[in-house]
């Protein structure tokens, strides 16, 4: 793959992402917080490197990295990259 291609796939997943997030916010607002439909669209995983600290007296750092993916994200993805791929051609 080459550097345009892997852009063109983070912008695919971020766009994606953010409207995941739209999903679910709208999921939150048309469903009550205890339904069963709510339920199941906020579900997700997280997956990823916890943070973790190193401690060397002179210097702390922190690094962390974790994906926290539920249904509405990845159907969000899933649109973006419906809808880039009929740009594109």
Same mark, same amino acid.
């Given at each position: 793959?080459?550097?345009?291609?892997?852009?063109?796939?983070?912008?695919?997943?971020?766009?994606?992402?953010? $409207?995941?997030?739209?999903?679910?916010? =709208?999921?939150?607002?048309?469903?009550? #917080? +205890?339904?069963?439909?709510?339920?199941? @669209?906020?579900?997700?995983?997280?997956?990823? $490197?916890?943070?973790?600290?190193?401690? =060397?007296?002179?210097?702390?750092?922190? #690094? +962390?990295?974790?994906?926290?993916?539920? @249904?509405?994200?990845?159907?969000?993805?899933?649109?973006?990259?419906?809808?880039?791929?009929?740009?594109?051609?």
């Amino acid at each position: 793959m080459d550097v345009k291609n892997i852009m063109h796939v983070i912008v695919v997943v971020v766009v994606g992402s953010l $409207l995941g997030m739209f999903i679910t916010k =709208l999921t939150g607002i048309w469903f009550p #917080a +205890g339904s069963q439909i709510a339920g199941l @669209i906020n579900t997700g995983i997280n997956t990823g $490197l916890r943070p973790t600290t190193v401690d =060397l007296n002179l210097l702390e750092v922190t #690094a +962390g990295l974790v994906f926290k993916f539920n @249904i509405a994200s990845i159907l969000g993805i899933f649109v973006s990259a419906v809808i880039y791929k009929q740009l594109v051609k």
